[in-house]
């Protein structure tokens, strides 16, 4: 069974394609902590303590493996240098800074241990239990999956019922309460959907794009997702489709969102109203004005105490000033009610230091090397869209904590550059010949 071909039939020896979906998905739902930023939140940490002490333990397990049976490392394995550097360093920091005890710091960074599931997902693939495929199939489900449960929530709950949780948040522009769950699968989805329309010539799947991107703009209403989407939609135009066709799609999409917001805007000018101040105010925060919305206008405040915090503390620029557990928040000291995730690279700079931001930012370098070693999937759609939606999390992480507060995402579509690459070096192995690019061609 090839590591790209997907097994066929619902049945077939001698594993489950059914049972591999759902292994897949809940190895996806603990390794991105996804369901955090949902309602599913309560049932999740019921398991979690679970998963940490099976994952943790696997990684060991297969550390050891890769040491002294395999006698050498690679680029992957940087992985691990992020799971016990970065728990340890931010333990250390909120120790110094403020006391909190180092075993309280490393439960607060729980969440780096759970990059375990990445090598699972590796030792499942050199298994050939999994294939890049079957676990793009899993990948599919959980942005369809995620879309039916927001929208569920959106109809039938009221987020004042859940202010307890980090995803519910209020803005006046924004309508008042409103869910903020975590959409990393459904920017993925309208990636996916819009490369496979390019390449494959299927209208469903611009239809799939449109629907993901609609509920992005209109439900979840996050300013930096929608850029960094759009962005790295466009940058696939740019690189990999030509020239005269990226200006014809602009053109035509272009003037068709404008067509339906000037719609809106005779009937439902209010709403329409509330969008535009939103991505106004975003112009007037690069200009150093105040906007008079809420969450952007706190988000400043949380900036300004971090700098003035570090005028006091300057090893915080180097080493962090690591995150705080909820036992140990202290009114009187507002660095430690600050939620590093709601500043982006300011947060990780303020948790982890310019040190552990670094550590961080390598992972990137995951992917560049993996790429040098992929010739004959190149143009394939499965590898275009991880490479593309890794700079969608790179761009999101300027102004989002997902890169620390979720690393899972981030590290599973390295994971899947990685996978190619074990396919091709496999297939240099036993000499297979390069195949000149033929229908993929058609995209250009």
Not at 4 to 33: D, N
Not at 74 to 86: A, C, G, I, K, Q
Not at 226 to 239: H, K
Request: aromatic fraction near 20%; hydrophobic fraction near 50%.
């Amino acid at each position: 069974m090839s590591l790209l071909t997907p097994e066929k039939g619902m049945f077939k020896e001698p594993y489950s394609v059914w049972g591999k979906l759902w292994l897949a998905i809940m190895i996806i739902v603990f390794t991105t902590r996804m369901p955090i930023k949902t309602t599913l939140v309560n049932y999740y940490m019921y398991f979690e303590g679970f998963w940490y002490m099976f994952i943790t333990a696997f990684s060991f397990i297969y550390l050891a493996y890769v040491l002294f049976q395999r006698k050498g490392v690679d680029e992957m394995n940087y992985l691990y240098v992020m799971m016990f550097s970065l728990p340890v360093l931010s333990a250390v920091a909120a120790n110094l800074a403020e006391g909190q005890s180092i075993p309280g710091g490393l439960i607060a960074q729980r969440h780096w241990f759970g990059l375990g599931g990445i090598f699972l997902i590796i030792y499942l693939f050199k298994a050939n239990m999994f294939t890049i495929k079957d676990f793009f199939r899993a990948l599919e489900w959980m942005g369809w999956l995620t879309l039916i449960l927001y929208l569920y929530c959106y109809i039938f709950l009221d987020p004042r019922d859940y202010l307890d949780y980090s995803f519910v948040g209020y803005s006046d522009v924004k309508g008042g309460y409103r869910f903020r769950f975590g959409v990393d699968f459904i920017a993925y989805v309208a990636l996916f959907s819009t490369i496979k329309f390019i390449v494959d010539r299927k209208r469903i799947y611009i239809l799939y794009s449109i629907m993901m991107l609609a509920y992005l703009f209109f439900l979840h209403q996050g300013r930096i997702v929608m850029v960094s989407i759009i962005g790295c939609i466009f940058l696939y135009y740019l690189i990999e489709v030509n020239w005269k066709k990226t200006i014809v799609y602009v053109v035509t999409f272009g003037s068709g969102f404008l067509l339906l917001m000037t719609l809106l805007s005779f009937l439902f000018p209010e709403f329409v109203g509330r969008y535009v101040e939103q991505y106004v105010n975003v112009v007037l925060v690069f200009l150093g004005q105040e906007t008079g919305e809420g969450s952007v206008d706190a988000r400043a405040e949380e900036i300004v105490i971090v700098f003035a915090y570090m005028i006091n503390y300057p090893i915080g620029w180097i080493i962090g000033v690591g995150k705080y557990g909820s036992d140990y928040i202290d009114p009187s000291e507002p660095i430690t009610q600050i939620a590093p995730g709601d500043i982006g690279i300011i947060g990780s700079v303020m948790t982890y230091g310019i040190i552990g931001t670094v550590i961080m930012y390598i992972q990137f370098w995951i992917a560049f090397r993996s790429m040098r070693f992929v010739k004959r999937y190149k143009k394939d759609v499965y590898f275009m869209t991880a490479k593309y939606f890794l700079f969608y999390c790179f761009l999101t992480s300027i102004a989002k904590g997902n890169l620390f507060s979720q690393p899972g995402s981030t590290a599973i579509f390295i994971l899947i550059i990685y996978a190619f690459k074990l396919l091709e070096v496999d297939m240099d192995k036993r000499g297979v010949p390069l195949q000149p690019e033929t229908a993929v061609n058609k995209a250009n």
